[in-house]
Structure formats: C-alpha cells, structure tokens
C-alpha cells in the first residue's frame, strides 16, 4: 500500500519557522521526484515546491524563493520543507506528492499524495 505521511505543521507566529516531513512507503521513493502543493481555504492548489529524485535539484514558487527550502533523505524515505520567514499568507494545507514530467510535453503528472498538514500563520 503506497502511503506518503505528512507532519510539522501547525500554528506559528509571523516570522516564524516549521519544518515539515513527508514519509513515504509502498512505492521506490528514491526513484521518485516529489514536490509539495499547498491549498488555502476557498483557493486552489498552488504549487510550491519540487525536488528530483537524487536531490540534486531543487525548484520553488516565487512566493517562496529564498524562505523555504527543500530536502529529502531518501535512505529515511523521507522528504522535508523547512519553512521560514513565515509570512500569513503561507496559511495553508501543505501537501507532498510524486510526479513525473512526461518527456515531450513537460507536463508535469503527480502520482501519490498525502492526506495533508495544515498550516496556520497568524499572530
């Protein structure tokens, strides 16, 4: 059963950090590359951030270029977000997700995803 488990969020003050972690099972994790979407109440997905599968390479959002970083271990099977700089607007539901990129279009698939860990900045 592929299973990816999401935790670290919760409330945090503007300003403030989290770090979020994704463990996957069931499936070839370090053959995967995962990204993570976040959903705000009444928006849709946005997308935030992604990873290839040896992590050597790393994309982000402009909204949070220069705050947020991600990271995977995948002898733990586990992918990460470190948050900082947290801003009200990063409110969210953070979810992570494999994807695949189809070759002659670039468009970009997603396979397995979370339940999803909300994240609430606020003061």
């Known amino acids: 059963e592929v299973q990816l488990v999401e935790s670290g969020g919760g409330w945090v003050q503007p300003g403030g950090s989290l770090r979020l972690s994704c463990v996957a099972s069931?499936?070839?994790?370090?053959?995967?590359?995962m990204s993570w979407v976040r959903q705000a109440r009444g928006k849709g997905p946005e997308w935030v951030s992604a990873?290839?599968?040896?992590?050597?390479?790393?994309y982000y959002a402009d909204s949070v270029k220069g705050r947020f970083a991600i990271s995977r271990d995948n002898a733990k099977n586990t992918l990460y977000l470190q948050m900082n700089s947290l801003k009200p607007e990063d409110t969210a539901v953070y979810f992570c997700?494999?994807?695949?990129?189809?070759?002659?279009?670039?468009?970009?698939?997603?396979?397995?995803w979370g339940q999803g860990t909300q994240v609430t900045v606020s003061s």
């Open positions: 069931g499936f070839t994790f370090g053959s995967s590359n």
């Open positions: 990873i290839n599968s040896g992590g050597g390479s790393t």
């Open positions: 997700a494999s994807y695949t990129v189809v070759p002659e279009t670039g468009v970009v698939e997603y396979g397995h």
